[in-house]
């Protein structure tokens, strides 16, 4: 070889490198484009499965106010009992003396009255489980939605960018074939 021919080469070269750098570019963009998108779609399957998992914990929730409602239940039947007992009770004093009705009135009074309240105590705190469970499930939904909607819109643009390569693929395509 003779330095004519190692100058043309190198011309060639030259020019080769500068007509395949816009595809090299585009190639490098394009792997950005899709380790952004692979990332994506592994945090769309990880809210995807804590969505699973609050409606689990929602089902989990109806089921133990199902089951309060049936010890609430259970404590009203109670407490019917206890009605039904101190009737009874009201019915034998009065073959007694009248201190002594007067003394088993105010012992039926007192326990049914502390049945009762115990009974709202009860229904009062199950009603304040029940809220804060939904208010929880509630925020946690509303953050799963918000981050929902901002990775489709990260998705959204870098599909925009998908078609500014793939345009700009199809012009470097076009001026390959010309």
């Known amino acids: 070889m003779n330095k004519q021919d190692i100058d043309k080469a190198a011309s060639a070269l030259t020019g080769a490198i500068g007509y395949f750098a816009p595809m090299v570019n585009a190639l490098n963009q394009a ?11 592994k945090l769309k399957d990880s809210i995807a499965k804590e969505v699973d998992k609050l409606k689990a ?14 010890a609430i239940t259970e404590n009203d039947a109670a407490a019917m009992e206890a009605r039904a007992m101190a009737l009874q009770a009201i019915a034998d004093a009065k073959e007694q003396a009248a201190t002594k009705v ?8 007192t ?15 199950l009603a304040a489980a029940v809220a804060t469970a939904q208010a929880s499930f509630n925020a946690k939904t509303s953050e799963m939605q ?13 599909d925009k960018k998908l078609e500014n390569l793939r345009a700009q693929a199809k012009k470097f395509a076009a001026s390959l074939v010309e």
């Open 146 to 158: 918000a981050a929902k909607a901002a990775m489709e819109s990260d998705i959204a643009a870098l």
């Open 111 to 125: 326990s049914t009255k502390a049945a009762v309240e115990d009974s709202k105590a009860r229904q009062a705190e």
């Open 102 to 109: 007067k003394e088993i009135l105010d012992s039926v009074a």
């Open 57 to 70: 914990d929602k089902e989990s929730l109806v089921i133990l106010v199902e089951s309060s409602k049936a």
């Open 31 to 41: 792997d950005e484009v899709f380790s952004v998108l692979s990332n994506a779609i």
